[in-house]
T-cell receptor
Framework: SQQGEEDPQALSIQEGENATMNCSYKTSINNLQWYRQNSGRGLVHLILIRSNEREKHSGRLRVTLDTSKKSSSLLITASRAADTASYFC???????????FGTGTRLQVTL | GAVVSQHPSWVICKSGTSVKIECRSLDFQATTMFWYRQFPKQSLMLMAT?????????EQGVEKDKFLINHASLTLSTLTVTSAHPEDSSFYIC??????????FGSGTRLTVV
């Protein structure tokens, strides 16, 4: 079963704007990861944040984690048309090595 | 970086036939690989965890006799969809652990059963 929900389900913005996606999950986690998927393709790992971290940056990406609210957000700054894709959060819990994915956000960046 | 090769990228088969999908870790050894299924505009649903040299662990609701998984070496896991039917049409993606927390995904296989 899926660990959590993401919102919005779909997001359409113009190039240069920032895009924010949110992920909520249900159980305690070891870490939370964000992935990107271009249409009909595999997943690309973007960033990982551990349960004892609150914020992490990587280039134009900023991820926050609030374990008290069981939520995370992914911010993409200065978006580009090439950022158009689906974005998924995934959690790693307990001793299990399997990732559980959220429902995903489809991002459309227009020129 | 770690690379996982998945083959074929797409396949069309007739109802009742079987299809094999391969997942290879190219530059690292993967004792554990994962198989996911994804319906259009939906998330990835874990089907099974493939363990090198032992039986796969299937998620609840996944028919192990229908989705045969073999992980005979540290670099190769295969998923065979047996007696495929149109409802098995989907996008199948594998992934492999490439470190303590790292997961690398294949590019996926689109299966269409006609």
């Amino acid at each position: 079963s899926q660990q959590g929900e993401e919102d919005p389900q779909a997001l359409s913005i113009q190039e240069g704007e920032n895009a924010t996606m949110n992920c909520s999950y249900k159980t305690s986690i070891n870490n939370l990861q964000w992935y990107r998927q271009n249409s009909g393709r595999g997943l690309v790992h973007l960033i990982l944040i551990r349960s004892n971290e609150r914020e992490k940056h990587s280039g134009r990406l900023r991820v926050t984690l609030d374990t008290s609210k069981k939520s995370s957000s992914l911010l993409i700054t200065a978006s580009r048309a090439a950022d158009t894709a689906s974005y998924f959060c995934a959690t790693l819990t307990g001793t299990a090595s399997k990732l559980t994915f959220g429902t995903g956000t489809r991002l459309q960046v227009t020129l | 970086g770690a690379v996982v090769s998945q083959h074929p990228s797409w396949v069309i088969c007739k109802s009742g036939t079987s299809v094999k999908i391969e997942c290879r870790s190219l530059d690292f050894q993967a004792t554990t690989m994962f198989w996911y299924r994804q319906f259009p505009k939906q998330s990835l649903m874990l089907m099974a965890t493939s363990n090198e040299g032992s039986k796969a662990t299937y998620e609840q609701g996944v028919e192990k006799d229908k989705f045969l998984i073999n992980h005979a070496s540290l670099t190769l896991s295969t998923l065979t969809v047996t007696s495929a039917h149109p409802e098995d049409s989907s996008f199948y993606i594998c992934s492999a652990r490439d470190g303590q927390f790292g997961y690398t995904f294949g590019s996926g296989t689109r299966l269409t059963v006609v």
